[in-house]
């Protein structure tokens, strides 16, 4: 029996002591550890399979730390993580006071630089190979790309940039997994296709297939793969060669031997000044995992499955999520509506839309990971009377947020914003955390911004942001809704209107959003006090229900602001700004997320943390009234 050799490895110094053989016993360790780990935590698993032949080549090969390996994204990292000494703290990964599902470089030296968001890591890798040109140290920097991460428009200005540069030390790598160079890139796949059509390179194709069939072993895996290869030799490679990088590839992503090999001649290019240089490798996502291979979109992001069958345990019944509340209600008015499209930047499972191309594909559009082209995408949509419906992550909107000011707001269109994911996230942690929407779009001119306090009135507010004829937007969290009936009939919430769920006199509870059912609770723990508490659910950030809260502002001794999103700049602020406005004088304490990081852990953990739980919001409330017993 082989001696396993995963467990001595921590750090790649202790995987460089290794043979090119045991490098790539090393490989099929990690593949069975990783899958079985996550099998019991859930977390990011088909593109970490896809990914580790090459991630152990590249720390094989390169002096890492010291030379920057810089990932896209993140959800390729689980290898990188494991050969750079947190392969013992992976049983915790997402969890509180546990390593992070995504790149943080406060977790190691080894992670050179955050990653949450796509498309980033050629723009960080060409910024430090340029610092340490100028700080004249012998050092190449190594941007690791792939998963969708090429379909970002980012990518491809820092490719341009850094072959004007001629960046000498930089590398990149692409991890061609059949997500990344996509359909979506238009120019690009009529490119390979005029390319493909020619007599010779059919030719080609053919021997090469024919060739490789008659290959043992798993080269009959890659005789299917003979015509994608052929693909991007014929045209990605003369593209990037036109960026001024040299051109590697398309190399085989999962053989360890051609991996080191090919690495090795790489230093050896860059050790003559032969950078930038691109090195293509075609990779499975999910590869060695027989059910995540087959079905990669599934295996994605995944919770706990059974590693031998691979099956997920039966989803319990329950409340429905309210990404697929929003969609059900958009294939609803879309049926009223023929105006009415959907837009995703490459999440139409995540935002529910996947729901929606099912029943309208002529009007559905994935644009890739691409938010700003796909908010100016849906801007121009507008102009010519559509009524486009981008649904994008509160995260992932603030990458687009020049084109949601420029080509939106200021030329007051008819898009609606669904923000799923607006608030506490969980287990990913900073980089998704949905804290900033509120304070990033009521500020603009002729938006108004709208979040429900369930799922019921939830679909009442699509059919509000949608039938509003200007910027709309509508903020939402992640999972499932309270499990309140939803009206059978769809109607518009009239723009600017708060709901009083409960009346009182000491204090007003003034929540935006699903903690208005928190702050029910709050009041009815005040009432076993003998604290007389009025709920109002605000329902708008913008505009706000100036009436209602000045109402209560008047007749209450005090007012507690509540929000899950951040406290500066966001709802509670806009709530002390009105306040000011009409000179109302009274005792105030808004409840959100403080000025700082908030990393992974149990959404309960936080919101109790944060005091955003109805204990919390109750003792805020006693705390006002006891340190002002009259006004």
């Known amino acids: 029996m082989t001696e396993p050799l995963l467990h001595a490895i921590d ?8 043979s090119p053989d045991q490098v790539e016993q090393v490989t099929r360790e990690l593949r069975d550890e990783i899958v079985g780990t996550v099998s019991r935590t859930g977390g990011h698993l088909a593109s970490s399979l896809g990914a580790i032949e090459l991630l152990t080549a590249i720390h094989y090969t390169f002096d890492t730390p010291r030379d920057r390996l810089i990932l896209d994204v993140g959800h390729q990292g689980y290898p990188h993580k494991m050969l750079t000494g947190r392969r013992t703290a992976f049983d915790r990964i997402g969890q509180e006071d546990g390593i992070a599902k995504f790149l943080r470089r406060a977790e190691s030296e080894y992670d050179a630089f955050g990653a949450g968001h796509a498309g980033t890591s050629i723009s960080a890798a060409l910024g430090m190979a340029r610092a340490i040109e100028h700080q004249g140290r012998d050092q190449c920097a190594i941007a690791f790309i792939g998963d969708g991460g090429m379909t970002a428009g980012m990518a491809f200005e820092a490719l341009n940039h850094a072959g004007h540069l001629k960046q000498k030390n930089l590398v990149v790598v692409l991890n061609d997994n059949e997500m990344s160079i996509s359909p979506n890139v ?13 007599p010779m390179v059919r030719r080609m194709k053919g021997w090469a297939k024919e060739f ?10 890659w005789a299917h793969k003979a015509e994608e290869s052929l693909k991007v030799f014929f045209s990605p490679g003369l593209l990037f060669e036109a960026l001024n990088f040299k051109y590697v590839g398309p190399i085989q992503g999962h053989r360890v031997d051609v991996l080191l090999e090919t690495f090795a001649n790489v230093k050896t290019m860059l050790a003559h000044g032969e950078g930038p240089i691109l090195v293509h490798a075609i990779t499975s996502k999910g590869y060695g995992y027989e059910p995540a291979q087959q079905d990669p979109f599934k295996y994605h992001g995944v919770g706990a499955f059974d590693v031998k069958s691979g099956a997920f345990p039966p989803s319990k019944p329950g409340p429905p999520k309210y990404q697929n509340v929003f969609a059900d209600t958009l294939i609803r008015l879309a049926r009223e509506d023929e105006r009415i499209v959907a837009i995703t930047a490459a999440m139409a499972d995540g935002t529910g839309l996947d729901r929606f191309k099912e029943v309208f594909p002529d009007r559905f559009y994935d644009v890739g990971i691409a938010e700003q082209h796909a908010v100016t995408f849906a801007a ?5 009377g559509m009524k486009p419906v981008p649904a994008i992550y509160s995260t992932f909107l603030q990458r687009a947020y020049d084109q949601v000011v420029h080509d939106v707001c200021l030329q007051n269109l008819d898009v609606t914003f669904a923000l799923d994911r607006a608030g506490i996230v969980g287990a990913d942690g900073a980089t998704h955390q949905g804290f900033y929407d509120i304070g990033y779009l009521r500020s603009l001119p002729n938006v108004i911004l709208m979040a429900p306090k369930d ?6 507010m699509v059919r509000t942001a949608v039938e509003y004829p200007g910027p709309a937007a509508v903020r939402f969290p992640r999972g499932a809704g309270f499990g309140v009936p939803l009206d059978p009939e769809i109607k518009a919430v009239p723009v600017g209107e708060a709901e009083l ?15 208005a059912h928190v702050a029910l609770e709050a009041a009815s723990e ?8 009025a709920v109002l659910n605000a329902r708008f950030a913008k505009p706000l229900d100036r009436e209602r809260i000045i109402g209560l502002a008047r007749r209450c001794r005090a007012l507690v602001t509540v929000e899950e999103h951040c406290e500066m700049g966001g709802f509670g602020a806009a709530v002390l700004e009105l306040l000011s406005e009409e000179g109302i004088r009274i005792s105030t304490r808004c409840i959100g997320i403080p000025d700082r990081i908030v990393e992974h852990a149990d959404p309960a953990a936080l919101f109790a943390e944060f005091g955003l739980d109805a204990d919390g919001i109750a003792r ?5 009234l006891a340190e002002h017993p009259s006004r």
């Open 212 to 221: 490789l069939g008659t290959m043992p072993g798993d080269m009959g895996y």
């Open 526 to 533: 005040l009432a076993a006090q003998n604290v007389s508490a």
């Open 620 to 624: 805020a409330a006693t705390e006002l």
């Open 186 to 198: 238009g120019a690009l796949s009529s490119y390979l296709s005029r390319n493909l059509s020619r």
């Open 455 to 460: 799922e019921n009135e939830l679909q009442h």
């Open 501 to 515: 769920l409960r009346d009182g006199d000491d204090v007003a509870v003034v929540a935006i959003g699903t903690l």
């Open 380 to 384: 121009g949509l507008a102009t010519e």
């Open 11 to 18: 750090s790649p110094d202790d995987l460089r002591k290794l």
